[in-house]
Structures are given as C-alpha cells and as structure tokens.
C-alpha cells in the first residue's frame, strides 16, 4: 500500500479537528506509515466471500417502548459545560458572527 | 487468617464481616492507609476518596447492624460483596466525582451521574476507594500513555504494570484493595493482570453494560474484575453482569449464580478437572515470545494434565492477522467515539480570539489530547475516509469473521477451553516500548483476538520468570465465564503448593518509602540513561 505523504498527514488531520505542530505532524507521518505497512498483511487473505463483522453477538433490533424517562438533571449537565447563558450552552458561533 | 486486613482474600473478609471480627470501616480504613502510604511510589490511584469511602463503610455496617438484629437469613441475603472495597478504573462515572479517562481533555469534568455498573456496586454494598490510573481513553499497553504520568509495577518499581488498566491491576497486586475494575478493548484487563501477577477477566462482549463508561472502540469494549484469586474474581463478576435497558448490547442473558458457587477446596476444585479437554493454540506461541514464559506455560499444562485433563494442540490459523484487523477497527471506532470531545458542551475547552470554531475544535482536541490517541484517531479516521473504507475497514471486518470462525471451529470440537499465553513476555521496564508503537502494539499479540471474536478470556498467575509474574491465558466460548472461573480455580487448587503462591510483590517494601523516587522521576531517569 502506498505511504501517507505529508499533505494527506495534513488532510487527515483536519479531518479529525486535531490542530498540531509541523514537528508533531512531521513524527506521525513516519509513525503511521509504519503502522500502515502492518496493514499490508490482509491483502494475503482472499476474504471476497467473506461477509463483514461487525459485532459478534447475535442480538438483533434491540427495541424499547418509546415513552419518556427521567433524564439528568440541568444543573448537574450544564456544570460541565466550558460556558452556559442561563439553561442553555454556549456555542460557537457556526453561520458567520459581526464580523462576517 | 493474618491480622493485616489486606492481606485476606475478599471471601475472608465478608465471612468476617459476617461473624463481626471486623467491621466494612475497619476494612476501609486499613485499604485507606496502605494506597495513602505507596501511591507516591506506584502513582496507580488518580483519586482516593477517603471521606466518600468512609461514608459508604459505615452505612454498610449500619446495614449490617441491622441484618444481624433480623437473624441469619437477613445475613444470608447480604451480597458477598458487602463491605468490600472496590477500586475503579478512571473511566467508570461515579455521580459527582473526576473522570479524566486518563486525559487532560476530561479535567475538571464530574460525572453528573452513576454507571450502572456502579449503582449495581452500591446496591450490593461495596465501598469505594476511588479511581485507578489508566493509558489516556484506555489506548495502551503500559499506562505509560496516561496523561497523569506513569505506574510502577509493585513487583519492580522500574517496569510498568501493563495497561491500559495499569493501576487497577497495581492496587490490587499492592493489597491496597482486594478488588477493581477495568476495562478490556484489546488486552487492557487481561494484560496488567498478567503483568501484576493477578487474576483478571474480560467477559464475554454483552455479559456487563458499558452505561456509564468512557467508550473507546464500541463492538469491542467489556468491562471486568480484577482479584488476587478466582473466587473473588467471579464474585464481582456476578455483581455488575446482566442486562440494563441503557445499554442495549448489553445481552438478555441470565447471569449464573455458578459464578457465586466456586468450590473453597482445592481438591475439589482441581477435581473439576478430570475429563476436561483443552486447547493449545499453536499460533500463540509468537515469534519474539519470552522462552521463559513459554517454558511457564508448558509446565502449566503438565499440571493441568496432571489433573487429569487432556490438552492437544489447536490452530487458530488466522491468528497473525488479528493485529492488522484489531489496529483498524479500534481506532476507526475510537475515531469516531472520540469526535464528541469537542470542547463545547463538556471537558477542557479552547475558545480563540477573533477565530472560527473549527480553528476552535483543532485548538481544544490538538492540545487535550495526548500522541497515542492522536495516533489512533489519525489512523481510524483514515481507514474511514473516503476510497479507503472498504480497502481497510470493510477488510478488516472481514477478517474479524475469519478470526471469530477459527475460534468457533476449535470449540464446535468439543474443546471445554483454550490455554495460551497472556502476554508474550513480563513487565517491561518504563520507555522500552514508547519509541516504537508497533512493539507496544505486540504486547497484546495474544489477548486482541479473544476481544475481535467478543470471546471471555481470563488471566490468571502461573508462576515467575526472573522474579517477575507470568500469566496464563483461559479462553471460552461466548457465555462460558463459569467454567473459565472453575478453570481458573482449579489450577488454583493444582497449584497450591507451588511456592510463587505465595510471593508478595518483590517491590512492595520499597513502595512505603515516602521520599524515593516516583514512577515519572523513575521513567525520566531511565530515558536519560
């Protein structure tokens, strides 16, 4: 399988919202292709017949009467949140702000 | 029975709770004072709640009070687990107290309410002592990767415990509490508990609700007991297991009270052994495995043969693949599990001046996480991207279906259990692994496997190599925790006289040393050497 260049590093990176250094970048592009040789290994096996797992016990639609239930309380959640206004969490702005 | 409180077995002291030789405080406070006094040296409690612990003891004894006024059915009808102290893996939410999953993005976080694993816990009376260091979202083999800095193992301070319930396995081994819990995606019970001379299990995948827990990769996490012996083991087994609405891979199946039923004898219980067949699986004997423990777990099966059991050679011919297959499913699902760690509506947050939220997201997740879950969330969200899906994820899946046939082909033959290695060496020293993530993804070579098929599988100690513990690796079919425990309690039986049994953990002295180094002062020297 053909390594990761640098720039798709970059690209997976921001896929996956994580901001890092070029340093840090850099490692983890030497790093995952190291790890992505090992994944070379299932080419080996013909698996074309082979149908997918995806979870192993034989539990299917698990289903639950639709009625509501207590759920946490407010305070409890919003404690956690990094800013709240009142009973609501604030968010970043996503559509443009002022600036815009 | 010794008089040092810690040194019982969790069956010893409910029957001393029971005859009240000694009380649920008398317990918590002797456990208190032992994880207090070391955990500068071994670094394996992330928080100890005295107070709440304390608080927890006395009611229990206030129950037990009252259950003795009432006669010896009230007593009966106590769970054995009355009184006992209990130690939590730092991903397991407990109302109101930290829950960092041993990172930085969950600092400051409390856990606005129970596991179910946790109210069952209280239900039965336990009393907990707090939470137990761990690799950052469980992603590791050393707890080297948690973000509150390294473990010792008690047997050598300079090795690490294994991971990624590195301190769940330490407090145990240390006697700081009888019993903990982990969580077991790849090897994370199973491993630490080989490496820490203990007993640990990961159940079958479904047997315990994960409501409540931090998850890392779904279709493949179980939660489980750790213990210093079998009866003990499945006794806390007992007490999380079953279904819960909350959770819904959680199985509609009956947990055994078997589990509660563990003969106290060790003739009886090796006797279990006579007729049994068991599998050896050839491919466990890996390439770069320790010669000494090999030689451990042939004499190993000597004694179980010995007992009367048969054991022949099995293949598992898809073996060599499970680490490609498990190194795609796990961090695709961790990839996805983590993508909620978002900074907005829980945990460390990172709001820039004058700039988007995605630069927002990249800011919070860059600087909350630590490089191994970079690394796994890098890698799954690879395998999940588009024109890579099916090349590596789909493939992996399937793979999983060969893996998962291998074993069902081996125990469709009748075979009671498979005997194999836990982990292909012992406890290495701090730094041997981190400089090249593949080594440290082979140290769970023999345990990803059993979780890729949703197997139960649980390690028990069978002896030491150059001083450090080794463990033996039973497998069964799905549901079958009962007999891997008889399993695991006649080899116990088998092996009562060997002299390892009853070895404390070499270091354990030096541990009580309130001036010696820590296990990151311990890891620093060592990569500067």
């Given at each position: 399988m053909a390594g990761l260049s640098r720039s798709e590093v970059e690209h997976v990176a921001f896929l996956a919202r994580l901001g890092m250094s070029p340093a840090e970048l850099d490692r983890l592009q030497g790093q995952l292709n190291q790890i992505l040789d090992q994944y070379a290994k299932l080419a080996e096996l013909d698996t074309d017949a082979i149908?997918?797992?995806?979870?192993?016990?034989?539990?299917?639609?698990?289903?639950?009467?639709?009625?509501?239930t207590p759920s946490l309380p407010r305070d409890a959640v919003l404690a956690n949140a990094p800013e709240h206004r009142g009973a609501f969490i604030v968010v970043p702005p996503i559509l443009g702000g002022e600036a815009d | 029975m010794t008089t040092d409180l810690t040194r019982q077995a969790a069956h010893e002291m409910a029957l001393a709770l029971r005859d009240g030789s000694v009380s649920a405080r008398d317990l918590a406070v002797a456990h208190l004072e032992a994880a207090e006094r070391q955990n500068r040296a071994l670094n394996a409690w992330l928080t100890i709640d005295r107070p709440a612990a304390l608080a927890q003891a006395d009611a229990t004894d206030a129950r037990l009070a009252a259950a003795r006024r009432d006669g010896p059915a009230a007593i009966a009808a106590l769970h054995p687990l009355h009184g006992i102290p209990?130690?939590?893996?730092?991903?397991?939410?407990?109302?109101?107290?930290?829950?960092?999953?041993?990172?930085?993005?969950?600092?400051?976080?409390?856990?606005?309410?129970?596991?179910?694993?946790v109210e069952r816990l209280r239900a039965a009376g336990a009393v907990f002592l707090g939470k137990t260091n761990m690799d950052e979202f469980a992603m590791g083999s050393s707890n080297e990767y948690s973000a509150y800095g390294p473990v010792s193992n008690p047997w050598d301070l300079n090795t690490?415990?294994?991971?990624?319930?590195?301190?769940?396995?330490?407090?145990?081994?240390?006697?700081?509490?009888?019993?903990?819990?982990g969580t077991d995606t790849g090897g994370s019970i199973r491993q630490p508990a080989a490496l820490c001379g203990i007993v640990g299990m990961k159940p079958t995948y479904g047997r315990v609700s994960r409501y409540g827990i931090v998850a890392f990769a779904s279709s493949l996490d179980q939660l489980g007991p750790f213990a210093r012996n079998a009866r003990d083991a499945a006794?806390?087994?007992?007490?999380?297991?079953g279904r819960d609405e909350r959770d819904s891979t959680s199985a509609p199946i009956p947990v055994p009270d078997e589990l509660l039923q563990l003969p106290a004898s060790d003739d009886e219980a090796a006797a279990w052994l006579r007729g049994k067949r068991f599998g050896l699986p050839r491919e466990y004997f890996v390439a770069g495995m320790d010669p000494d423990v090999e030689r451990r777990i042939r004499e190993s099966v000597a004694f179980i043969e010995d007992a009367g059991a048969t054991v022949e050679e099995v293949s598992l011919p898809h073996t060599d693949y499970g680490l490609a297959a498990y190194y795609i499913v796990a961090p695709a699902e961790a990839s996805a599990n983590l993508a909620r760690y978002d900074g907005v509506r829980f945990g460390q947050s990172r709001r820039l001046e004058a700039a988007d939220f995605i630069a927002d997201y990249l800011a919070t997740r860059g600087e909350g996480f630590g490089a191994e879950v970079k690394r796994r969330i890098m890698l799954g969200t690879y395998a999940?991207?588009?024109?890579?899906?099916?090349?590596?994820?789909?493939?992996?899946?399937?793979v999983r279906t060969l893996i998962k046939r291998d074993f069902d082909r081996v125990f469709a033959t009748g075979i009671d259990a498979l005997v194999a290695p836990t982990s292909p060496t012992v406890a290495f020293r701090f730094g041997a692994r981190?400089?090249?993530?593949?080594?440290?993804?082979l140290s769970d070579a023999c345990t990803l496997p059993v979780n890729m098929a949703g197997l139960p599988g649980v390690s028990i100690p069978c002896g030491l190599s150059e001083g450090l513990p080794v463990g033996l690796q039973l497998i069964g079919p799905a549901w079958s925790e009962p007999v891997l425990f008889r399993a695991a309690r006649a080899f116990e039986g088998v092996t009562a006289a060997a002299t390892w049994r009853d070895q404390e953990p070499t270091d354990l002295g030096l541990a009580d040393d309130a001036s010696g180094p820590t296990p990151a002062q311990r890891a620093a020297a060592r990569a500067a050497r």
């Open positions: 149908p997918p797992t995806a979870q192993t016990i034989e539990l299917e639609n698990i289903l639950r009467d639709d009625v509501v | 209990v130690a939590l893996k730092d991903l397991i939410s407990v109302e109101g107290g930290q829950c960092t999953a041993g990172s930085r993005i969950l600092e400051g976080y409390r856990s606005p309410y129970d596991a179910h694993i690490v415990p294994g991971g990624s319930s590195g301190g769940s396995a330490a407090v145990v081994a240390a006697h700081h509490t009888p019993l903990s819990l006794a806390l087994l007992h007490a999380i297991a999940l991207s588009a024109g890579y899906y099916d090349a590596f994820y789909v493939k992996a899946q399937k981190l400089a090249d993530p593949v080594s440290m993804y």
